[in-house]
């Protein structure tokens, strides 16, 4: 694709491969306090000859997080940092980026910063209601993903911080000069697996001005990323993401596929497990009684008919018995609702359940309550009720307690159908017609679709569970993370991109490509000469290099050659490789856990802090800085005398 095809440059939408104005003006401003960095490093240059530098901070999870924090600490001591004019992430630095840039002035008290982080990742867990209410919130959402339940259920709770803030707010800290730049990358899952394998076109950066594809020259003001947009046009304004959220998008994998998978589907156990032991059963405790603290009232029904407020306790049964809590109360509130002379037979099967119902499976019990239901409902469906959503109510019941015992649903919504017509039942008829013919997935998404029909209508806070429950089902069923308007949708001067016919794009973590943000700084624009490479990754400390030199020869981008054997000691690296070559940016290198600052503990170290672990010890934490610090320390003196041997060589552009 040529750089001619992508030239237009108005409106929220840009199509162009050069600098936003936002970062020339940045990283101008900033060019200023690196030449009177470089000069106290007794380094004479001008603005003409001043190397770019750039710091990547690669994938890790909290591990990264914290290493990077240490890193960025000893170089403001070695009196490094200043000379940096971009800083560049993924996954777990990002957290740590963001976590930063909430300061104006953060490079000036990045040790007191170090010490705010160390009391914050050692706090208290957080509290599973908020958890939970971030996420039923984020599941209003018609774009809801993973990326939500991950921000919600993982990165909050880690991070032990909310961070409600914009990424465009961040402006101010970035162009003021103070700090260095920032990037943060991502990637497009499914221009992942439809490119060919290292294509630039897969790599998303977000930077406090733009986001977009920097290899495809398409780019959207950041905080309209997310917005809707059609031919270059925008069509409704939504919006921005929080940095939370984008905590969630940027270190969303942790593992392979496989292993995300497992560790969402584990996680997502316990989460629920929680709140039924813990909060579901005080919630619908507390049904009536007002002023309860830390309690949502059930919304019980409106009409006080036999039928709607026995359907009232039925939802409540079904939610004692699902959390395995006492149900004595509950039959004795629905024997007293159905002594009626018409629920005669619902009164005798409930007298009869409620006897041996402790001594119950609960297989035993969820086949005795689907029997009740229909009892229920063939005695008191036909009753003259206001209240419309009730029968709704048992069929969600019913078919949920068909569905999750592996039982064929067909015959229930066939009946369903021939006993009534109403408009709330034309969804049913379209699922009953080709139920056998889906798949798993297929039928969730059907059912899911009719739950919708009448979740509205009924209100209530049992709504947003189930509304959470399932929209997480589809999306797991469908591996959806980070669901993003397309803002290149339908965009004639965009075609070339080969993504105008997709109105959304899903954007996930750039480590599960490469786990560390080369591509971004290696951008021609940018004209980074040294690259800093801090390695937080688990296993091969050599694998993002070793990747990146894999893209670069494909896509014809000037890297240094990697010879096999400088990286052989993959067990055993140093805590230095220094890789370089002609009209090549120099690239250093530093494993986090090295022969250097922990001989004979490698292994040790890397099992101690792994990438699934979500929660350390304060005195670990001071550990894994103080490691992070020694691969600082022990290098500046060779990181200040390659940045002068690119003064004193050729200032040629590469």
Known sequence: MKRSQLRKDDGCVRLSHELSEGEKKATGKRKEK?????????????????????????????????????????????????AVLYLCGVSGSTWCMSFLYQENDWTEKVQVLEERLCDTLSKPQCDIQEEFTIATQAAEDELFSLTDVWASFFVYPTLKLYDKTKLSEHKDTSTNGTNPYPIYAAIEANQLHKKAEKSPGTWFEFTPHESGFPSLGAFVCTED???????????????????CYLQGLWGSALGSMEENMNYLIDLLKQIFRKLREQWWYAVYEAGGQEGTPGSVPFSGPDCS????????????????????????????????????????????KCCEMSVSWHLKTLEEKIVEFAHLIRIFENELGGTDCKSAHCGDVLLLLELHIHASSGKDCKEILRQKKEENSKSSFLKLCEVSVSWNLKSWEDWIEEFVEHIWNFVKELGGYVWSVWQLLWKTVICICNWTWGCTNNFLYKSSDAQSTGLTNEEFIYLIDAGTDINSAYPLVLRPERKVKLILSFDFSSGNPFETIENTAKYCEINNIPFPKIKPEEIKDKDNPTDCY?????????????????????????????????????????????????????????????????????????????
């Not at 409540?316 to 809590?325: P, R, Y």
Request: glycine residues 6%; contains cysteine.
């Open 34 to 82: 690196v030449l009177k960095c470089l000069k106290s490093l007794a380094i004479a240059c001008d603005e003409d000859n001043m190397p770019n530098i750039a710091v990547l901070g690669s994938g890790g999870g909290l591990r990264a997080m914290i290493a990077l924090q240490g890193t960025l600490v000893e170089m403001k001591q070695q009196g490094l940092l200043d």
């Open 225 to 243: 990323l997310g917005s809707k947009f059609e031919d270059g046009n925008l069509k409704e304004k939504r919006d921005e993401k929080n940095i």
């Open 305 to 348: 008919c036999a039928r709607c407020q026995g359907v009232h306790h039925l939802l409540e049964l079904h939610v004692h018995t699902s959390a395995g809590k006492d149900c004595e109360g509950v039959f004795r509130q629905l024997k007293e609702v159905l002594k009626e002379e018409n629920s005669k037979s619902s009164f005798l």
């Open 578 to 654: 220094i890789f370089k070559g002609k009209d090549v940016p120099t690239v250093m290198h530093f494993p986090l856990f090295n022969n250097k600052n922990c001989p004979g503990e490698i292994e040790s170290f890397r099992n101690k802090f792994s990438t699934f672990r979500s929660c350390y010890l304060k005195e670990d934490i001071k550990e894994l800085l103080s490691r992070a610090k020694l691969n600082v320390s022990n290098n500046t003196e060779r990181i200040r005398e390659e940045i002068q041997q690119i003064v004193s060589s050729s200032t040629k552009e590469f």
